[in-house]
């Protein structure tokens, strides 16, 4: 499954912003998403992550009450939807995707989007 970012840019603190990831080649239902973002000198975390069906979903704590994570099965698209955002924000944001399945792990990425957020 190939997967496409879409949606960051340059926005002030308290905004908002929505970020998108479409995905093709692969049958969409059959992964769970995550949306992971990673700042400069820092590890890559996980923001967000949604089931195959979009019935259970996580959040960071870090972001918890602020983004939320949802997904379209039939437009092949899994959303963040970031309010109140934070100069800490700041980071690139990817998508990727995890194959149902016991054990298995986020083996689909996409290639990220940057968020900027001023203060």
């Known amino acids: 499954v190939q997967l496409q970012a879409s949606g960051g840019g340059l926005v002030q603190a308290g905004g908002s912003l929505r970020l998108s990831c479409a995905a093709s080649?692969?049958?969409?239902?059959?992964?769970?998403m995550g949306w992971f973002r990673q700042a400069p000198g820092k590890e890559r975390e996980i923001v967000a992550s949604v089931n195959w069906s979009g019935g259970s979903t996580y959040h960071a704590d870090s972001v918890k009450g602020r983004f939320t994570i949802s997904r379209d099965n039939a437009e092949n698209t899994v959303y963040l939807q970031m309010s109140s955002l934070k100069p800490e924000d700041t980071a690139v944001y990817y998508c990727a995707g995890r194959p149902r399945g016991p054990g298995r792990s986020y083996e689909y990425w996409g290639q990220g989007t940057q968020v900027t957020v001023s203060s």
């Open positions: 080649g692969g049958t969409f239902s059959n992964y769970a």
